[in-house]
């Protein structure tokens, strides 16, 4: 009579997905161009362990020394007391051989240069606290790179992973996704790769 309704008329109703954009990531090119462009500046370190890594910037950011093990080329990405990783879980990634070289050499710079305070990446001495957007942005403009951000690298890192191969499962753990969801966002890539690879067999053309 009041024309009150009884039941719940949204409770059918299917929710549509949307779908996500794909992430942006360097190619080999552009990788070269940008480690070229940033060879000279203090973030170099910090480019080339996001790009072998895939470590997270606030991960890069609170990195120490004592995380690295230059005897097992291993890098542990773990809490500290002031900071947690996002999930606060602990993974541990390998080293490449351009990047133990250059995390060696990084770090006989600042025992020369006499800066003790333990962590991996600092600026005049002192510890990476805040961004480091003004000087990344002036080695992308070098590079001609628009817009990439320090959150590429680790977009990149699990990209260039996919298109080589290595299963989901796996770079998920090296990635420190919680969900696999998260992963499957880099699916796409495999079976584009998959897709140019056919392309190259000596009968396709």
């Not at 990195?63 to 890098?75: A, G, R, S, V």
């Not at 002031?82 to 351009?98: A, C, E, Q």
Request: charged letters at 20%.
């Amino acid at each position: 009579r009041w024309g009150y309704i009884n039941h719940n008329v949204v409770s059918n109703v299917v929710k549509l997905k949307v779908p996500k954009r794909n992430k942006k990531f360097l190619s080999q090119q552009e990788i070269q161009k940008l480690l070229d462009s940033a060879s000279e500046s203090y973030i170099y370190p910090i480019i080339l362990t996001g790009l072998h890594t895939g470590m997270r910037k606030s991960e890069l950011f609170n990195l120490k020394w004592t995380d690295i093990d230059f005897d097992q080329k291993m890098i542990t990405v773990q809490c500290k007391d002031d900071w947690h990783t996002k999930n606060y879980g602990t993974r541990t990634l390998s080293m490449t051989p351009i990047l133990y070289n250059a995390l060696k050499a990084h770090q006989q710079q600042q025992l020369e240069m006499g800066i003790k305070n333990g962590y991996v990446f600092t600026y005049r001495g002192e510890r990476i606290r805040a961004g480091i957007k003004k000087s990344f942005n002036a080695v992308l403009r070098d590079a001609g790179l628009e817009g990439v951000t320090l959150h590429t690298l680790r977009h990149t890192f699990a990209s260039q992973l996919v298109m080589a191969g290595v299963p989901l499962r796996d770079i998920q753990e090296l990635m420190g996704h919680e969900s696999y969801e998260t992963t499957l966002q880099y699916a796409h890539l495999s079976k584009d790769h998959a897709k140019q690879q056919v392309l190259r067999l000596p009968f396709a053309s």
